[in-house]
C-alpha cells in the first residue's frame, strides 16, 4: 500500500521492512588527526542515517610507503594483527573503520586503487559487511577499487579537484570510463565537475552522470546581517596548500594592509603550505596581523565566520566550494575566482553575495574586489543568499534525495 | 609504563603526535628514523624522542636539509615551488638509492625489509630503561618487527 511504502520510506526501511544498509567506502573522512577531511561525507552519511539508514563506513588511509613493491611480510603482519585482533588493525570508531593502506611512492593514483583493494579485503575478512548498497566517495581510487572487489550495486560520487591530475596518468582514463560505465550510478556534484570529466574521458558518457550537489549545514552557523560593510577582518577557511591559492590570498592581504593598516587575515584550517604562509607573512611583516588557527572541529567555524567582515578563497579549481557556501550562510560577503565550483554553486545568487573574479586575476584585483565590497556599491542580498543555500544544499533536501537513490538500487 | 609509537619515515608524524597530545596514560617515546623532522617540533608532554639509525637516518637525505632548502628556494614563486617540488622528488630517489644501497652490503635483496633490524634492536635498548605497556605503529612497515618483537612479551600492539 502507498501508506506504507511511504512509511518505509521515512523510517528507512525498503518496501518489506529490511532496513537499509549502507556501506561508504571514502579515503577522506573526519577523524582525530583532521577534523575537516570529508566532512562533506560525514554530512551525507549523518543525512541519511537521520532518515533511518543503516551506514558503516570504510576509511582507506594512505599510509606512504617507498618505491616499489610492498614486501609480503608487510602485507602478512597486518594479517595477522587483524586476526588476533581486528580493533588493533583497524582502529574503529562507531560505525567508522580505518583501514591502513601502505601505498607505494610513485605508484600513482592505479597504485592506490591497488592498495585499497587488498587492504579493504583484508579488513573484510575480520570485519565484514553485509549492506544493500556501497557508495564509494571518488572515481579513482576508491570506486574502481569498490568494482574490484565486486561490490554492488555501488554509487560513485566524484568530488576530487585533482581530477585532471588523476587522469593525466597513463592508463588512467580507461580505468576511469570503466568505473562511470559499470557504476550503478555516478555522480557529480557540480556540473563544472562533469563537464571536466567529460572532456577527459569522452562525452558519450553524459548520460551515466548524475547531480547531486554536497550539503551545506548551517546549524552551526549563524546568520548576521553586515550592514556597514566593512571588509577589514578577512577569513579563508580551507587547506593551507598551494592548489587552494593561499599564495595569493596572502599576497593580496599584503596589499591590502597597505591601504588598511588595521586589516587582520584568519586562516580556519591547516596544511603543507602553513610553514610557507607564516615566513611569508614574518618576512613582509605582517605577521601579527594573520592568524592561523590549524585544524579546529568544524562546529567551531561558525564563530570566526561570525567575527569576519568578507572571506576571500582564492581556489583556482574547486569541485563545489563548500566554505564559501558557509560563508555565505553567515551573511558574509565573498570574494571568490571562477573556479568552477563557485559558479556552479553560487548559480543566479552570484551579484548577491560578493564578487568572482576571473582566474587571471592578481593581488591587486582581490584588492580592488574588496574594496569594492567595502564601498557599499554592490546590491548584496545576504538573506536571500542564505535562503538560497538552505534551499538548494541543506542535509534535509540532499540527504532525501541520495536516500532515494540507495533505496532505488537496494 | 611507557607507550611506543613507531615511526621509521616521519611522513605520519603529525599524527603519532596528535596521538602522543591524546593519550594521557603515562610516559610515551616515539622511535623514528628521521629525528631531524623532529626537532624544533613542541612534542606533548611527557613524550621524548628516540632516533632509531637506518637508511632514513642517512644525513645526505635529510628531510630537514630538504626542507631548508626547499625554504631557500621557494620564496613564493612559482618557479620556486617546482623547484621545490623536483627537490622532493629528489629527496624519494636519494632514499630509494640509500635503501638499496644498503641492502646489497648487508647481502639482503631489495625486498628485504632491513628496517626491521633498527625497530627491534631500538625496542630492545628501550625495554633496559622502561617498562613498555604497548606499541602503536604508524608506518606499516615497522608491524612486522613490532609483533615479533612483542609477540615473546605478550605485548598489545595497534596500527593507528
Same mark, same amino acid.
Given at each position: ?83 588476533? +585482533?581486528?580493533?588493533?588493525?583497524? +582502529? ?319 | ?46 613524550? /621524548? ?20 632548502? /626547499? ?90
Amino acid at each position: 500500500m502507498a501508506c506504507s511504502e511511504d512509511l518505509a520510506a521515512n523510517r528507512g526501511w525498503r518496501t518489506g521492512g529490511a532496513t537499509l544498509r549502507v556501506c561508504v567506502i571514502s579515503p577522506w573522512y573526519p577523524d582525530r588527526y583532521s577534523a575537516y577531511s570529508g566532512i562533506f561525507v560525514r554530512k551525507q552519511v549523518e543525512a541519511v542515517e537521520a532518515l533511518g539508514a543503516e551506514v558503516w563506513v570504510e576509511n582507506p588511509e594512505i599510509y606512504p610507503a617507498p618505491p616499489g613493491k610492498v614486501p609480503p611480510e608487510v602485507w602478512e603482519a597486518l594479517r595477522e594483527l587483524a586476526r588476533r +585482533d581486528p580493533y588493533a588493525a583497524f +582502529d574503529t570508531n562507531g560505525t567508522v573503520t580505518k583501514v591502513p593502506s601502505p601505498v607505494p611512492s610513485r605508484s600513482g593514483y592505479l597504485g592506490r586503487v591497488d592498495a585499497f583493494t587488498r587492504a579493504i579485503r583484508l579488513k573484510r575478512e575480520v570485519l565484514p559487511v553485509d549492506v544493500d548498497v556501497t557508495h564509494a566517495h571518488l572515481g579513482i581510487p576508491t570506486g574502481l577499487a569498490a568494482l574490484e572487489l565486486g561490490d554492488s550495486p555501488i554509487v560513485v560520487t566524484e568530488h576530487q579537484s585533482t581530477l585532471e591530475r588523476m587522469l593525466s596518468e597513463p592508463g588512467a582514463v580507461a580505468q576511469y570510463r570503466k568505473v562511470v560505465e559499470r557504476a550503478d550510478l555516478f555522480i557529480c556534484v557540480s556540473g563544472h565537475l562533469r563537464d571536466r570529466i567529460l572532456a577527459a574521458c569522452g562525452d558519450d558518457l553524459v548520460d551515466r552522470i548524475e547531480l547531486l550537489p554536497n550539503i551545506v549545514d548551517l546549524s552551526d552557523i549563524e546568520f548576521r546581517v553586515r550592514s556597514d560593510f566593512r571588509t577589514s577582518n578577512w577569513i579563508y577557511v580551507g587547506s593551507i596548500s598551494q592548489h587552494k591559492g593561499v599564495e595569493l590570498l596572502v599576497r593580496a592581504f599584503e596589499r591590502y594592509r597597505k591601504v588598511n593598516s588595521a586589516a587582520t587575515l584568519t586562516i580556519v584550517g591547516e596544511g603543507p603550505h602553513r610553514p610557507w604562509v607564516e615566513r611569508y607573512a614574518s618576512g613582509r611583516g605582517f605577521r601579527s596581523a594573520m592568524t592561523v588557527t590549524g585544524s579546529l572541529p568544524h562546529s567551531s567555524v561558525g564563530q570566526f565566520l561570525d567575527a569576519a567582515d568578507v572571506m576571500v578563497h582564492l581556489s583556482p579549481s574547486e569541485t563545489f566550494g563548500i566554505a564559501s557556501l558557509e560563508a555565505i550562510g553567515a551573511g558574509l560577503p565573498v570574494v571568490s575566482l571562477r573556479n568552477g565550483g563557485a559558479q556552479d554553486a553560487w548559480g543566479d545568487i552570484e551579484s548577491e553575495v560578493g564578487v568572482l573574479l576571473d582566474l587571471s586575476a592578481d593581488a591587486g584585483d582581490v584588492v580592488d574586489a574588496v574594496s569594492d565590497i567595502g564601498s557599499g556599491a554592490l546590491k548584496l542580498d545576504p538573506e536571500r543568499a542564505r535562503a538560497r543555500v538552505i534551499e538548494s544544499f541543506s542535509p534535509d533536501e540532499v540527504g532525501r534525495r541520495l536516500f532515494e537513490i540507495y533505496q532505488k538500487l537496494a | 609504563m611507557t607507550l611506543v609509537l613507531i615511526l621509521n619515515r616521519t611522513l605520519r608524524l603529525a599524527n603519532a603526535i596528535s596521538y602522543a597530545a591524546s593519550d594521557d596514560s603515562g610516559e610515551k617515546v616515539i622511535l623514528t628514523g628521521e629525528t631531524a623532522d623532529v626537532a624544533g617540533i613542541a612534542l606533548p608532554p611527557g613524550t /621524548e624522542l628516540m632516533a632509531l639509525a637506518g637508511p632514513s637516518a642517512h644525513p645526505a637525505v635529510s628531510a630537514r636539509i630538504v626542507g631548508r632548502a /626547499e625554504h631557500w628556494v621557494k620564496g613564493g614563486s612559482a618557479l620556486g615551488a617546482r623547484a621545490s617540488r623536483w627537490l622532493r622528488s629528489a629527496e624519494w630517489r636519494l632514499r630509494y638509492v640509500d635503501r638499496l644501497k644498503s641492502l646489497f652490503e648487508s647481502g639482503k635483496g631489495p625486498d628485504s625489509t632491513f628496517d626491521q633490524v633498527d625497530v627491534s634492536e631500538a625496542l630492545r635498548e628501550l625495554e633496559s630503561s622502561h617498562v613498555i605497556e604497548q606499541i602503536v605503529v604508524f608506518d606499516l612497515f615497522d608491524l612486522p618487527p613490532a609483533l615479533a618483537f612483542a609477540a615473546t612479551r605478550d605485548l598489545p600492539v595497534k596500527v593507528r
